[in-house]
T-cell receptor, first 111, second 114 residues
């Protein structure tokens, strides 16, 4: 079956550090979405990627859709306390709209 | 524009009771979804719908039922609540395909079965 690996599972970083997380899939998908979920809330879309090689920024966030269409990374620069939460990569396959969630990367920021 | 609205926000059920989680969206999305999220885990798809009158099972459909009589509404029903259904439930919606097919989530419904 479809494999989607998101890493790392959790991160403990100092405020001000840069953060990098990634997802890899065992097959090709057409859309990569990155979501953030804060405690007690639903996931909120951060960045959407639709083309292989696409690099997109949203403030301090940068994400790229891998050339092979099987991977993506999300970077957060100069982390701040409000970056705390769970970050999910979500894949969507154009052919049948199959949607798969990564297991999430839990970001903790130390003062 | 309210987006995806789900109710109730919190609910405690006794084992064997029934209830319906309501979900409505005002974006004219044809696709709607119900997910559950267990503590420390990602989201698992329960049921989804590609349009009014059409529903399909997701990854974990047992113990749940859905209906889609209108484009806007996609209620999730628990017939005989069990402790294993204690979870956070998220409704979501999207357009079917093409650019802009991102998924929008509701704020979640916290359900505890005791």
């Amino acid at each position: 079956g479809q494999q989607l690996n998101q890493s790392p599972q959790s991160m403990f970083i100092q405020e001000g550090e840069d953060v990098s997380m990634n997802c890899t899939s065992s097959s090709i998908f057409n859309t990569w979405l990155w979501y953030k979920q804060e405690p007690g809330e639903g996931p909120v879309l951060l960045i959407a990627l639709y083309k292989a090689g696409e690099l997109t920024s949203n403030g301090r966030l940068t994400a790229q859709f891998g050339i092979t269409r099987k991977d993506s990374f999300l970077n957060i620069s100069a982390s701040i306390p409000s970056d705390v939460g769970i970050y999910f990569c979500v894949l969507r396959r154009f052919r049948d709209d199959k949607i798969i969630f990564g297991k999430g990367t839990r970001l903790h920021i130390l003062p | 524009n309210a987006g995806v609205t789900q109710t109730p926000k919190f609910r405690i059920l006794k084992i064997g009771q029934s209830m319906t989680l309501q979900c409505t969206q005002d974006m004219n999305h044809n696709y709607m979804y119900w997910y559950r999220q267990d503590p420390g885990m990602g989201l698992k798809l329960i049921y989804y719908s590609v349009g009014a009158g059409i529903t399909d099972k997701g990854e974990v459909p047992n113990g749940y039922n859905v209906s889609r009589s209108t484009t806007e509404d996609f209620p999730l029903r628990l017939e005989l609540a069990a402790p294993s259904q204690t979870s956070v439930y998220f409704c979501a919606s999207s357009y079917s395909e093409g650019l802009g097919n991102t998924i929008y989530f509701g704020e979640g419904s916290w359900l505890t079965v005791v």
